[in-house]
């Protein structure tokens, strides 16, 4: 019986522990909110930061906030060489007190290879004199309106790119807008007629054709290959055999 009694006690106890780190480290609570939910080139950003002390004791501690090194905070000090530039506050709260920390940060040249996508802000962190950590919601943006891409290097002929600008996405002799007057057997169908001597001789093929026409090739010399090793294969078996 009296065993049975301790057995109930040693549960109770690592209940007990189990359940005392959930309710600490838990007293600091940071949300990030963003002014706009899309960004384009000029545009200006209001971060607001709202940091709350659920907890029982005043808190200290420093607040920092990273930001896109593709923006620039307006009146803010800031290390502007940092490769990971951010914006630091001393914060002290009083038990259930609740501050926010704003910034505006200004957009005047996205990057335009970020265009049509969300963006990630980086976290805001806390941390507070004791050493303990706390960290914000993530949030987003989508960035849009961006001047388009000469060349995107997708492996597609887009529109707007061409043989010139994107020959890593573009074929030297495909319709796209730009003529590529080489003789290379292939019409390119962007040039005007006598530029490019391919398109007015009866042997000029399109692009296409031409790599039909080598895959036949492929094909009927692999099957000859084939057929002179089963040839040759027969003839040795039957030597053999005499
Ligand atoms: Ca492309
Ligand atoms: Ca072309
Ligand atoms: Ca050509």
């Known amino acids: 019986m009296r065993f049975k009694t301790r057995e109930k006690l040693a549960v109770m106890l690592i209940i007990y522990l189990l359940a005392i780190p959930a309710s600490a480290g838990s007293s600091i609570e940071i949300d990030k909110m963003l002014s706009n939910n899309s960004l384009t080139n000029g545009d200006n950003l209001s971060v607001s930061i709202f940091v709350t002390n659920s907890g029982n004791e005043k808190t200290e501690g420093v607040l920092t906030d990273l930001f896109p090194q593709f923006s620039s905070p307006l009146a803010m000090n800031y290390d502007r060489n940092s490769m990971a530039p951010s914006i630091e506050w001393n914060a002290s709260l009083e038990p259930g007190e609740k501050k926010e920390f704003r910034y505006v940060l200004s957009f005047p040249s996205i990057p335009r290879t970020l265009n ?86 009866n042997s000029a093929i399109s692009h296409d054709k031409s790599e039909g026409y080598l895959g036949y090739l492929f094909v009927i010399v692999l099957v000859i290959l084939i057929s002179v090793f089963i040839y040759k294969k027969r003839h040795y078996d039957k030597n053999e055999s005499k």
Request: hydrophobic residues 20%; proline residues 7%; glycine residues 6%.
């Open 116 to 201: 049509k996508k969300e963006y990630p802000f980086p976290k805001a962190k806390f941390i507070a004199s004791s050493g303990e950590e706390y960290q914000s919601n993530s949030i987003a943006v989508l960035i849009e309106g961006l001047p388009q891409m000469d060349c995107d290097y997708d492996f597609v002929c887009d529109d707007g790119e061409n043989f010139k600008n994107c020959p890593q996405d573009c074929s030297s002799s495909g319709k796209d807008g730009y003529c590529n007057p080489i003789k290379n057997s292939v019409c390119d169908p962007d040039c005007a007629s006598g530029l490019d001597r391919d398109c007015d001789t």
